[in-house]
T-cell receptor, first 112, second 109 residues
Framework: SAVISQKPSRDICQRGTSLTIQCQVDSQVTMMFWYRQQPGQSLTLIATANQGSEATYESGFVIDKFPISRPNLTFSTLTVSNMSPEDSSIYLC?????????FGPGTRLTVL | KNEVEQSPQNLTAQEGEFITINCSYSVGISALHWLQQHPGGGIVSLFMLSSGKKKHGRLIATINIQEKHSSLHITASHPRDSAVYICAALGAGSYQLTFGKGTKLSVIP
């Protein structure tokens, strides 16, 4: 079993600024993912964070808006760039091994 | 693309009641997760199922692969069970999850 921590747990940001969210897993995992949950909506996959290479983005999400890094097998960051109030959401980091999936506590972002 | 539907969307129960939350999906999966999301947004994994039934304390999760349906049951519900319960389907041969919209449960003392 793996434990995922995220920083920050919540933040309130001004329009036009950027925020980087960190995701740390306490053991090596195969895959890491970033999800977004807008108010009243289900969790939606933003991208798969690939270790040592560019992330794989889902339709509707682009690297310029959501740059992602994954320098090693236990750590990833998601940046929400040039934020607008529409970016107010919960951002969730998830990780997977061959037969297990793990979830972070989420980061609640409010953009004013 | 898998479609994951949950019902009901909202559920209010009296303390002690037996609660059932349903989840259906449209495409074959390798596993289904039940998650609990607290008001602060934090998510806790309750169960991962690929067949049959699992039980943990007062929580029971079942899955019927042929009918593409899963249920989460809470026995002797308690106000601390109040949360959003989310089912998520793991596609066959995939690491990616498709999430339902969640069921908001409120248990009243």
């Amino acid at each position: 079993s793996a434990v995922i921590s995220q920083k920050p747990s919540r933040d309130i940001c001004q329009r036009g600024t950027s925020l980087t969210i960190q995701c740390q897993v306490d053991s090596q995992v195969t895959m890491m993912f970033w999800y977004r949950q807008q108010p009243g909506q289900s969790l939606t996959l933003i991208a798969t964070a690939n270790q040592g290479s560019e992330a794989t983005y889902e339709s509707g999400f682009v690297i310029d808006k959501f740059p992602i890094s994954r320098p090693n097998l236990t750590f990833s960051t998601l940046t929400v760039s040039n934020m607008s109030p529409e970016d107010s959401s919960i951002y969730l980091c998830s990780a997977a091994t061959y037969n297990e999936q793990f979830f972070g506590p989420g980061t609640r972002l409010t953009v004013l | 693309k898998n479609e994951v539907e949950q019902s009901p969307q909202n559920l209010t129960a009296q303390e002690g009641e037996f609660i059932t939350i349903n989840c259906s999906y449209s495409v074959g999966i390798s596993a289904l997760h039940w998650l609990q999301q607290h008001p602060g947004g934090g998510i806790v994994s309750l169960f991962m199922l690929s067949s049959g039934k699992k039980k943990h304390g007062r929580l029971i999760a079942t899955i019927n692969i042929q009918e593409k349906h899963s249920s989460l049951h809470i026995t002797a519900s308690h106000p601390r069970d109040s949360a959003v319960y989310i089912c998520a389907a793991l596609g066959a041969g995939s690491y990616q999850l498709t999430f339902g919209k969640g069921t908001k449960l409120s248990v009243i003392p």
